[in-house]
C-alpha cells in the first residue's frame, strides 16, 4: 500500500464519524424516522471504512509461500462482506419503515434537521468521488466499492432533503416512513451491485473482450520470429493482470532465441496492461493449431510469420 493510500483509507474512517455525527444530529432536532434511517446507514460507513482500511493493507502484502499469487483478492473478499452488510442494513431500515408507517412521528425541528442532513450529504459527494476517482486509478476493488457505497447515500441524502422538508409543509406523515422506505431499496441495490461486482474478482472472471483483443494484437506485433500463439487466459486481481499462452517457434529455434521472443512480448503486454504476471508455454511447431479453436473467442490462434 502506498503511503497516499493509507492516508485515503485512515482519512475515510474519520469522515465516515463526522457525517454520522451530523447525521445523528439530524434526527436528533427532527425526530424524522427517515433521517434515523439515514444515520443507521452512515454507521455501516464507518464500519466499511474500517473494513477497507483492513483489505487494502493485506491486498499490498508481497506474495509468500503460502500465496503465490499475492494478496489482491482480499479486496474483493471485503466487498463482499461489505455488500452482505449494506443489504442486511437496508432489511433493517425497511422493517423500521414499516413500523413507523403505522405509527408515524410529529416532526420538530424539520428544516434545521433538513439543513444538517444536507451538510453532511455534501460532504459525503466530494469524498465519494475522491475514492472513486482514485480507486480506478489505482485499480483499487475496495477504493471504487466503498466510494460507490458512500456516493449511493448522497443521492438518497438529497431525496431525504426534499421529502423531509415537504413534510411540515404539506401534512403527510405518512411520507417519513414512505422516505425511509425508499432509502432502504436504495441501499438494498447498492448492495447486491457491490456483491455482483465483486464476486467477478472472485471468481476470475475474463477481463472485457477489447482489452483481450488488444493484448492479442500486442502478442501479434511483438512476437516476430514465432509462427503462432494461441490459447490466451487472462485474469485480473486487483491492479495486476494475470496473462498466459502458448507459443509456437520452429524446432529448430534456440532455447536463448526463444527466451528473447518471449521477454520482448512480455515487456510489450506490460507497457500496455501495466502491471502483469506473464506466463508463455513455448511449443514446437508440430503442436501449431491447424483450426481456431470454437466456441472461445478470447483463445483463438494468432498468426505470427
Given at each position: 500500500m502506498t503511503p497516499l493510500q493509507l492516508r485515503i483509507a485512515r482519512f475515510s474512517?474519520?469522515?465516515?464519524?463526522i457525517v454520522l455525527a451530523v447525521k445523528y444530529g439530524a434526527y436528533y432536532v427532527s425526530h424524522s424516522s427517515a433521517l434515523l434511517s439515514?444515520?443507521?446507514?452512515?454507521?455501516?460507513?464507518?464500519?466499511?471504512?474500517?473494513?477497507?482500511?483492513g483489505a487494502v493493507t493485506i491486498a499490498s502484502h508481497p506474495a509468500d509461500n503460502n500465496h503465490p499469487y499475492g494478496h489482491g483478492k482480499a479486496e474483493y473478499l471485503w466487498?463482499?462482506?461489505e455488500g452482505t452488510l449494506v443489504v442486511?442494513?437496508?432489511?433493517?431500515?425497511?422493517?423500521?419503515?414499516?413500523?413507523?408507517?403505522?405509527?408515524?412521528?410529529?416532526?420538530?425541528?424539520a428544516f434545521f434537521g433538513v439543513l444538517l442532513n444536507a451538510a453532511a450529504g455534501l460532504v459525503n459527494l466530494v469524498w465519494a468521488r475522491i475514492m472513486i476517482s482514485f480507486g480506478r486509478k489505482r485499480h483499487s476493488q475496495?477504493?471504487?466499492?466503498?466510494?460507490?457505497?458512500?456516493?449511493?447515500?448522497?443521492?438518497?441524502?438529497?431525496?431525504?432533503?426534499i421529502g423531509v422538508s415537504l413534510i411540515p409543509l404539506l401534512h403527510w406523515l405518512w411520507l417519513d416512513p414512505v422516505l425511509s422506505m425508499l432509502v432502504a431499496l436504495n441501499v438494498l441495490r447498492t448492495g447486491f451491485g457491490m456483491i455482483g461486482d465483486s464476486t467477478k474478482g472472485l471468481m476470475d472472471e475474463a477481463p472485457d473482450l477489447e482489452l483481450i483483443k488488444?493484448?492479442?494484437?500486442v502478442i501479434a506485433q511483438s512476437g516476430k520470429g514465432a509462427l503462432e500463439a494461441h490459447d490466451l487466459r487472462m485474469r485480473k486481481v486487483g491492479a495486476l493482470y494475470f496473462v498466459e499462452f502458448h507459443l509456437v517457434v520452429i524446432d529448430a529455434m534456440s532455447i536463448t532465441e526463444a527466451h528473447d521472443i518471449c521477454d520482448h512480448i512480455e515487456a510489450a503486454i506490460r507497457n500496455y496492461?501495466?502491471?502483469?504476471?506473464?506466463?508463455?508455454?513455448?511449443?514446437?511447431?508440430?503442436?501449431?493449431?491447424?483450426?481456431?479453436?470454437s466456441g472461445l473467442k478470447h483463445r483463438h490462434v494468432l498468426t505470427l510469420s
Open positions: 474512517i474519520a469522515v465516515s464519524l439515514d444515520a443507521i446507514e452512515t454507521i455501516l460507513n464507518v464500519i466499511a471504512a474500517i473494513g477497507t482500511l466487498a463482499v462482506i442486511l442494513t437496508a432489511i433493517g431500515i425497511f422493517v423500521i419503515a414499516c413500523y413507523d408507517l403505522f405509527h408515524p412521528n410529529v416532526l420538530k425541528e475496495a477504493l471504487i466499492s466503498a466510494g460507490e457505497h458512500v456516493q449511493s447515500d448522497v443521492w438518497a441524502s438529497l431525496a431525504l432533503v488488444g493484448v492479442n494484437n496492461l501495466g502491471k502483469a504476471s506473464i506466463h508463455i508455454h513455448v511449443e514446437p511447431e508440430t503442436v501449431a493449431k491447424k483450426e481456431k479453436l
